[in-house]
């Protein structure tokens, strides 16, 4: 059982207390008894605890910064959404594999805004230049916003926000089970709720800090039956031995536990596992007995954002890969709508 995330380090930007969700969080904070900080900017934050650069980054991934959002351009969010709304950065989770592990570089600490109103303006902005087609928003890009949520609600007041647009609409995907404060939300339709998920071996090797499958599986169910539209992103879809049963399993196992309200309106978002030359380096750094297949010769290099290009699987394998996923997807969903594979 993985209990509700519980920074061990609070760092305060000082305008972030001019913000009412700023004072809240102090005041939620020091009632919990949680060690807090003050730092001129989040850039500041440095001399965690820990002995050793190892000991640091686990000691960063339970500190928790409460700042504001300076930069109000969105990032594109291609092929889940036109834009990324940022409500946070970093997680709790240590999934081996993740892309975060370099985009957040030598601060792996988590962030968490608090001028959400002015988050929210931008993003209605965007929402008006690109009327009248309906605008979609990704969440989760940058961290597990389900994740803190429960000491936030950010996501809960952002899902509200959406729940009132005409045409805004918000997505987010998650590896936690903790969603009990986001059922009783008015989102209206207007907010697909997506969960993480992938057979056994992955998440029992490279999922360390998250919510084991059966957990996850439950929350959907709860989701479903709240009403919100329902999918599920198998991410990294992950060549290992035995993955074809490992796969069958997981598709099994969520048909058998959703309820029928979550079959009309499901989506499937399927990415192969990927990785660059920079991440294998922080990856072996930070979890130095991961078991993480990582050998370049194995894979085919692409072309990736930026001129930044990554190792994926060769074509034969990704197509077998493809195929397994989309007949087991066909056959326990039938009515379900794969987004992509990439």
Same mark, same amino acid.
């Given at each position: 059982?993985?209990?509700?995330?519980?920074?061990? #380090?609070?760092?305060?930007?000082?305008?972030?207390?001019?913000?009412?969700?700023?004072?809240?969080?102090?005041?939620?904070?020091?009632?919990?008894?949680?060690?807090?900080?003050?730092?001129?900017?989040?850039?500041?934050?440095?001399?965690?605890?820990?002995?050793?650069?190892?000991?640091?980054?686990?000691?960063?991934?339970?500190? /928790?910064?409460?700042?504001?959002?300076?930069?109000?351009?969105?990032?594109?969010?291609?092929?889940?959404?036109?834009?990324?709304?940022?409500?946070?950065?970093?997680?709790?989770?240590?999934?081996?594999?993740?892309?975060?592990?370099?985009?957040?570089?030598?601060?792996?600490?988590? %962030?968490?805004?608090?001028?959400?109103?002015? $988050?929210? &303006?931008?993003?209605?902005?965007?929402?008006?230049? %690109?009327?009248?087609?309906?605008? @979609?928003?990704?969440?989760?890009?940058?961290?597990?916003?389900?994740?803190?949520?429960?000491?936030?609600?950010?996501?809960? %007041?952002?899902?509200?926000?959406?729940?009132?647009? @005409?045409?805004?609409?918000? @997505?987010?995907?998650?590896?936690?089970?903790?969603?009990?404060? #986001?059922?009783?939300? &008015?989102?209206?339709?207007?907010?697909?709720?997506?969960?993480?998920?992938?057979?056994?071996?992955? $998440?029992?090797?490279?999922?360390?800090?998250?919510?084991?499958?059966?957990?996850?599986?439950?929350?959907?169910?709860?989701?479903?039956?709240?009403?919100?539209? #329902?999918?599920? $992103?198998?991410?990294?879809?992950? *060549?290992?031995?035995? *993955?074809?049963?490992?796969?069958?399993?997981?598709?099994?196992?969520?048909?058998?536990?959703?309820?029928?309200?979550?079959?009309?309106?499901?989506?499937?978002? /399927? $990415?192969?596992?990927?990785?660059?030359?920079?991440?294998?380096?922080?990856?072996? +750094?930070?979890?130095?007995?991961?078991?993480?297949?990582?050998?370049?010769?194995?894979? @085919?290099?692409?072309?990736?954002?930026?001129?930044?290009?990554?190792?994926?699987?060769?074509?034969?394998?990704?197509?077998?890969?493809?195929?397994? #996923?989309?007949?087991?997807?066909?056959?326990?969903?039938? +009515?379900?709508?794969?987004?992509?594979?990439?």
């Amino acid at each position: 059982m993985i209990a509700p995330f519980t920074p061990k #380090l609070v760092y305060f930007e000082p305008e972030a207390l001019n913000y009412p969700l700023g004072q809240t969080l102090k005041n939620k904070f020091e009632a919990m008894g949680l060690e807090i900080r003050y730092t001129t900017s989040h850039n500041q934050v440095r001399n965690l605890p820990g002995d050793t650069d190892l000991q640091k980054y686990r000691t960063a991934k339970s500190t /928790l910064v409460v700042g504001i959002r300076k930069t109000l351009k969105f990032d594109t969010s291609k092929p889940s959404a036109e834009y990324a709304i940022p409500l946070a950065t970093g997680c709790m989770g240590h999934c081996h594999y993740c892309y975060l592990q370099t985009t957040m570089g030598s601060k792996p600490y988590i %962030r968490t805004y608090v001028n959400v109103e002015e $988050i929210w &303006a931008a993003a209605d902005q965007y929402i008006a230049e %690109r009327a009248p087609e309906p605008t @979609r928003f990704e969440a989760s890009c940058t961290s597990d916003i389900v994740g803190i949520d429960h000491l936030t609600h950010t996501l809960k %007041r952002t899902i509200e926000h959406f729940g009132r647009s @005409r045409l805004g609409r918000l @997505r987010f995907v998650t590896k936690f089970h903790h969603v009990d404060h #986001l059922l009783d939300a &008015a989102h209206n339709g207007n907010t697909r709720f997506r969960f993480s998920v992938n057979a056994d071996f992955v $998440i029992r090797h490279f999922e360390p800090g998250t919510s084991p499958l059966a957990q996850r599986i439950e929350a959907a169910g709860k989701v479903a039956r709240a009403g919100y539209p #329902l999918g599920f $992103i198998v991410a990294p879809v992950y *060549w290992h031995e035995g *993955w074809q049963e490992g796969y069958a399993r997981m598709f099994e196992q969520l048909h058998d536990t959703l309820p029928p309200e979550a079959m009309d309106n499901l989506t499937f978002e /399927l $990415i192969q596992h990927r990785f660059t030359r920079p991440a294998k380096q922080v990856i072996a +750094r930070n979890y130095p007995m991961t078991r993480l297949e990582l050998d370049e010769a194995k894979r @085919r290099y692409k072309w990736g954002r930026y001129g930044i290009g990554k190792y994926i699987y060769p074509l034969e394998t990704e197509a077998e890969l493809r195929d397994h #996923l989309y007949r087991e997807i066909g056959k326990w969903f039938p +009515r379900a709508k794969i987004e992509y594979f990439t």
